[in-house]
T-cell receptor
Framework: DTGVSQDPRHKITKRGQNVTFRCDPI?????LYWYRQTLGQGPEFLTY????????KSRLLSDRFSAERPKGSFSTLEIQRTEQGDSAMYLC???????????FGPGTRLLVL | DAKTTQPPSMDCAEGRAANLPCNHS???????VYWYRQIHSQGPQYIIH???NNETNEMASLIITEDRKSSTLILPHATLRDTAVYYC????????????FGAGTRLTVKP
């Protein structure tokens, strides 16, 4: 089963450090999405790509966050100068253009100490 | 995208049908109803979606009222592994932007 995969699954870091997460979408999917989920809440949209192009960013995506999808396949989400408020589950999803169903990965759980 | 309202929690006995309601009274004619679930510490899992006709797949059935202002997700024979948070989302099918998740319904299946 070649579903959406994310790495790492868990990350503990100290405040002020930079972290990077990776997402590998379903191979034929050209759209890729990043969400953030805090405890007890539903996922909140951060940004999405169509192929290499980043088409939309949420207000939640502060300037400390940057996402890339350089070859239109995998994507990375980097958080610079992490803060305790960045502690959350970071979810990646992918979909096929023209068809709305998004398929999610298992998420990366970040804890900032 | 239209807003949805779901009960915060529900219980269901193992082996019985679980009926999860969702109100979406402001739904537009081109908006679909999607259901996802999230088992603890995992990513959301797609279950089913529909426009106005009832839909069934191997996981669940989706019943949408004739006026499309509400829907019910039915898990016909709930198991302990169906314990999860269930999210009802309405959106345009070909809107490939974000999914707007609410707080969902926490379903607990009890033995």
């Amino acid at each position: 089963d070649t579903g959406v995969s994310q790495d790492p699954r868990h990350k503990i870091t100290k405040r002020g450090q930079n972290v990077t997460f990776r997402c590998d979408p379903i191979s034929e999917h050209n759209r890729l999405y990043w969400y953030r989920q805090t405890l007890g809440q539903g996922p909140e949209f951060l940004t999405y790509f169509q192929n290499e192009a980043q088409l939309e960013k949420s207000r939640l995506l502060s300037d400390r966050f940057s996402a890339e999808r350089p070859k239109g396949s995998f994507s990375t989400l980097e958080i610079q100068r992490t803060e305790q408020g960045d502690s959350a589950m970071y979810l990646c999803a992918s979909s096929l253009e023209g068809y709305g169903t998004q398929y999610f990965g298992p998420g990366t759980r970040l804890l900032v100490l | 995208d239209a807003k949805t309202t779901q009960p915060p929690s529900m219980d269901c006995a193992e082996g019985r049908a679980a009926n999860l309601p969702c109100n979406h009274s402001t739904i537009s004619g081109n908006e679909y109803v999607y259901w996802y679930r999230q088992i603890h510490s995992q990513g959301p899992q797609y279950i089913i979606h529909g426009l106005k006709n009832n839909e069934t797949n191997e996981m669940a059935s989706l019943i949408i009222t004739e006026d499309r202002k509400s829907s019910t997700l039915i898990l016909p024979h709930a198991t302990l592994r169906d314990t999860a948070v269930y999210y009802c989302i309405v959106r345009v099918l070909y809107n490939n932007n974000d999914m707007r998740f609410g707080a969902g319904t926490r379903l607990t299946v009890k033995p």
